[in-house]
T-cell receptor, first 115, second 119 residues
Framework: NAGVMQNPRHLVRRRGQEARLRCSPM?????VYWYRQLPEEGLKFMVY????????ESGMPKERFSAEFPKEGPSILRIQQVVRGDSAAYFC?????????????FGQGTRLTVV | AQTVTQSQPEMSVQEAETVTLSCTYD???????LFWYKQPPSRQMILVIR??????QNATENRFSVNFQKAAKSFSLKISDSQLGDAAMYFC????????????????FGTGTQLKVEL
């Protein structure tokens, strides 16, 4: 049973380009969470999605960032017109159902470097 | 909003010794979960241990145990018989258990404690 898969592991973008980060949840998981980890900091929640729905985007920057989790395929975190401050590790986690006894499992993250 | 505070940016321990990592949190909720995650240099987030707030008994997982003080909102991690493989960044995290928040399994993390294990 494959874990949460994120790709790419490393992504380099020039300022102004677009970054697309992909997350394939664990088999049977329909809930996806994206977190951002800035250098020397903890993980900060960005967005929570279920299939075809954004449930909670309270941690998403208002501009340039968007996320989707289509019926088929991976969840995508998209950053338009990247700036140096977007350089960070982006983690995806997935869980089976919303509930008190379910765990969220993390992918290995995508390290985005903006040059 | 909930907050999680880890006041020790860095800790060191001798191999085979015991170390305790501190964590405090702030919440107005009565039902929640607390976690310790380990992040080695590979960056993979590994769940070490979890505690349900409604349980008075402290959780244990082999060499890892917690001291959960609900009234004081404290949740420390004790690592016994420390091994070289324990060296990593450790994050304390909070998750609401309330269905009303709609946040699913959203976690609030502290800033982490870097643990070094010395020979």
């Amino acid at each position: 049973n494959a874990g949460v898969m994120q790709n790419p592991r490393h992504l380099v973008r020039r300022r102004g380009q677009e970054a697309r980060l992909r997350c394939s949840p664990m088999k049977g998981h329909s809930h996806v969470y994206w977190y951002r980890q800035l250098p020397e900091e903890g993980l900060k929640f960005m967005v929570y999605l279920q299939k075809e729905n954004i449930i909670d985007e309270s941690g998403m920057p208002k501009e340039r960032f968007s996320a989707e989790f289509p019926k088929e395929g991976p969840s995508i975190l998209r950053i338009q017109q990247v700036v140096r401050g977007d350089s960070a590790a982006y983690f995806c986690a997935s869980s089976q159902i919303q509930g008190s006894h379910t765990e969220a499992f993390f992918g290995q993250g995508t390290r985005l470097t903006v040059v | 909003a909930q907050t999680v505070t880890q006041s020790q940016p860095e800790m060191s321990v001798q191999e085979a010794e015991t170390v305790t990592l501190s964590c405090t949190y702030d919440t107005s909720e009565s039902d929640y979960y607390l976690f310790w995650y380990k992040q080695p240099p590979s960056r993979q987030m590994i769940l070490v241990i979890r505690q349900e707030a409604y349980k008075q008994q402290n959780a244990t997982e082999n060499r890892f145990s917690v001291n959960f003080q609900k009234a004081a909102k404290s949740f420390s991690l004790k690592i016994s018989d420390s091994q070289l493989g324990d060296a990593a960044m450790y994050f304390c995290a909070y998750r609401s258990a309330s269905r009303l928040t709609g946040g699913g399994n959203k976690l609030t993390f502290g800033t982490g404690t870097q643990l070094k294990v010395e020979l």
